[in-house]
């Protein structure tokens, strides 16, 4: 059984996790550094990045989290996630700063702009659920990064060899596919 953690600063945690259980995957909750021992792989759930970054540095897990990145734990960041594991942000300071992305905050207007809408995903399928919620978007991934889908021309799904960003949230749907790919093809 893989054993997924999942950062419960903020954010839609809950949903994450019954979401790795239907998996199949052993799962922890992961607010303090001693909840990063012996990890498969890592999520890093969507909330509010700048908060998020507080909190990681309070709980002292921004640079533990940082190191197993480097030493190539499998992390998958959705929205606020993805601009945690961005290398560059625009016009703020990165957090992990351990994806080769260029991310843009609230790409998509805000929290009441909010939409659900279908992907095409050819890793991962087609018709794949995604909730955009005062989303990011990835504006330039570096050459090896697999830009796995876009929506409204902009990149919204990359991959960087074990990290995985995604601008929307897969956890909010009854479409596990996303994470299931990530599960399956990434830890």
């Known amino acids: 059984m893989k054993k997924i953690g999942v950062l419960a600063l903020q954010g839609a945690v809950r949903e994450h996790i019954q979401m790795l259980e239907a998996l199949s995957c052993e799962v922890v909750i992961v607010k303090h550094v001693k909840d990063l021992a012996k990890l498969d792989g890592l999520v890093l759930p969507g909330g509010e990045s700048t908060t998020m970054r507080k909190l990681l540095n309070r709980y002292d897990l ?15 960041g959705t929205c606020a996630g993805l601009i945690l594991l961005a290398k560059e942000v625009i016009d703020y300071e990165p957090h992990l700063g351990v994806m080769d992305v260029v991310v843009a905050r609230n790409s998509y207007g805000r929290q009441v702009d909010s939409f659900e809408t279908k992907l095409d995903i050819p890793a991962i399928g087609d018709a794949i659920s ?3 919620i005062r989303a990011p978007h990835i504006v330039s991934a570096g050459e090896g990064v697999e830009i796995l889908a876009e929506y409204d021309g902009k990149i919204v799904l990359a991959r960087d060899g074990h990290l995985l960003g995604c601008s929307f949230h897969p956890e909010l749907t009854m479409d596990s596919r996303t994470l299931e790919y990530f599960v399956t093809s990434m830890v």
Not at 62 to 76: H, K, N
């Open 130 to 132: 995604a909730v955009f």
């Open 62 to 76: 921004l640079e533990p989290i940082r190191v197993l990145a480097q030493q190539g734990l499998p992390m998958f």
